[in-house]
Structures are given as structure tokens and as C-alpha cells.
């Protein structure tokens, strides 16, 4: 038996966990939220992505009760979350400042939220004991917060949180203090717990890659609306706008008109360029502005022009980024226009074949571009 693909949102049957319906939020003038429905569902990891501004955080407050949508509806297992209080949701919030309590104990801040809960004694040692164990704290009980280090606070945080058995837990940007290093092995340790306990998780983050690497499903978000919700490959492979493509990792851009050619557009961006190929499934009307999104991955560069491929372009090596594993040339077109390519740095500095001022060959697949309509 294969293991079956954890995908709710493309199974007409399977009911939501927290439904927006028509959501928006208004400061005075200005709209945090515009008109957004949308779905998530039971056992996510869904993360909310976008610059600072965005209302992703806005859309964490409605649900844990902070704010009040000015119109539309918010469900949390179908019920309509408005008249309930914060305290008395099946929601938990994790703050980033972590918010721990610092004359108590590792075991006495996780313990807190049960005991203000009236729990049996016994009931709060088994569950605390519990969230010490899932969390790798167990060592740690005795210590107060500034005896431990900040991924070990993160975790107390965590397990604090997960404490009361929430249906659902927000984390407002939870790895932002971090060191990079301790980010992405946290990350990890997000997930497992998240899978580990079967508690939905909705992350606010402005940082693509950890949205990348935790969620079950990205949105992204601009002035207000989700302009594309689906599964990291899909929002990197598949943007549906500039704005996304854009967004997540790099990419080139390239502007242009389309004009219908074999199986998909020819693209004309640029006087004395020759024309660029996109193969798609997209409808346009021929002469339409349209815009190729690359990924620098997926473009080669050569010394030699290439005899086996329809895009082809020629410039002159303006910048190169070197990060270790990966350079990436910034490679100016006669017309100004910088695209990237990215090589993995499989050999030592000293025999990388190209350098500043070269002159080279790009080139990419016929499917290696996206083509956009907005």
C-alpha cells in the first residue's frame, strides 16, 4: 500500500476545520482584509506569506479573537467564532516574543493554562510530562526561561501552547528571533510535533523559505487578499501572477507580446532580441503583454551557443553571487535587461568557468518558463 497523499482541500467530501467567509477588516479608512474566503482544514500546517502590511497578521487576530471581522463570518468547526471569547476558544495562540513567565519554572509555565483550568493534579503531572517529552524538554523542567537558551524558550512556548489540546494553533512568527542555523533545525521540529499531535496549525511568516519548508499549503498574500493558496511546489513551479512569482525565490521577469506559436506563445520583449517560447495551456489573444517568469535553476549558461534549443540569449556577466553551494550569474542582455543563472559549485573556486565581463549563452527548455498573463 502506498502511503496515501494528506491533500483535504481536493476532496469534495472533507469538511473544514476554519471556514472565511466574504471576511473583511476595516481600520477606519483603511482595509486590512478585503472580501477573503477561504478553507483550512484539519491536521494543516497552513501558513500565511507576505510583506509587512499585508493583513496576514490581522487575519491571525480575527482568529484568535483579537479582532472582529466588520463584515462576513468566521467558522471554526462550523460554528461562528465571533460571540466566543479568546479565552474560552479551542484556539492557543504562540506570540513571538514567546511570552513566557520568567519567575517560573520550564514545568510551571506548560503547566500554567491547566491549573488556571481547574485540572486534577494527576491530570496536569501526565500532561506535562507529555508536552516535556514531545518538546525534548524533560532535562530542562526544573530551570527558569533565562537558563535555557532561545530555541529551548521556543519550545517551552510551544509546548505551553499545545498544553490545552488546542484545535488549532497560531504561531505569529515563531522563529523570527532565531539564529539561521537554529531556524531550520526548529522548522523540523515544528513539523513533527505538528504531525505528531494532529494539531492545525496556521503560521503568519514574512520569510518564503520557512513557509516553503513547514506548510502543508502557502498563502500568499498582497494588500489585503490571498492571491494564490496552494502547495509550495505549486506557488513556485505554478505562479499564478508576477506578484508571486516574484515573491517566492528568484526569478527573472522578462515583459513582453505574446503571439500564438506550436503548443504555446512566442514572447517579443526587446527591439533586435530574438523571440523567447513559452509552452502552455494558457489562452491569450496574440499581441497581449505578457511576462515569462525563469527560475535561475533552470537556466543554462554556456560559452558556446547551443544548437538544441529555441530560447537562447547572449549577454555580458555583470555580477555573480557565489553562496557556497550555488553562484548565480547576473548576465546583462544588450538592452540593459539582467537574467540569472544559477550552476551548482561542484568544483573549487579556482575552475569556475566563467567570470565578470564574459560573454555567454543562456538558454532554457521550451516548459522551463511560465508564462503570465498579469
Known sequence: MGQTVFEPWNDPDAKPLIQFRNVSKRFGEFTAIDNQSFDIYEREFFALLGPSGCGKTT???????FETPTEGTILLGGQDIAPIPPNKRAVNMMFQSYALFPHLSVWENIAFGLKRDRRPKDEIDIRVAEMLKLTRLEQFARRKPHQISGGQRQR???????????????????????????????QFELM???????????????????????????AVMDHGRIVQADIPAKIYEQPNSVYVADFIGEVTI???????????????FAEGQPKLYCKTDKQLANGQSAHIAIRPEKVSIS????????????????????????????????????????????????????????????????????????
Open 59 to 65: 487575519m491571525m487576530r480575527m482568529l484568535a479573537g
Open 156 to 186: 517551552v512556548a510551544l509546548a505551553r501552547s499545545l498544553a490545552k489540546a488546542p484545535k488549532l494553533l497560531l504561531l505569529d512568527e515563531p522563529l523570527g528571533a532565531l539564529d539561521a542555523k537554529l531556524r531550520q533545525d526548529t
Open 192 to 218: 513533527d510535533i505538528q504531525e505528531k499531535t494532529g494539531t492545525t496549525f496556521v503560521i503568519v511568516t514574512h520569510d518564503q523559505e520557512e513557509a516553503m519548508t513547514v506548510a502543508s499549503r502557502v
Open 254 to 268: 522578462i515583459d513582453g507580446t505574446a503571439t500564438k506559436a506550436d503548443e504555446g506563445y512566442e514572447i517579443d
Open 303 to 374: 560559452a558556446e551557443k547551443p544548437t538544441d534549443r529555441r530560447n537562447i540569449l547572449h549577454g555580458k556577466i555583470d555580477d555573480i553571487a557565489y553562496l557556497g553551494n550555488i553562484s548565480t550569474y547576473h548576465v546583462k542582455l544588450p538592452n540593459g535587461k539582467i537574467v540569472k543563472a544559477q550552476t551548482a559549485n561542484t568544483r573549487r573556486l579556482a575552475h569556475r568557468p566563467f567570470t565578470w565581463e564574459d560573454e555567454v549563452y543562456l538558454s532554457w527548455s521550451d516548459t522551463a518558463g511560465v508564462l503570465l498573463e498579469r
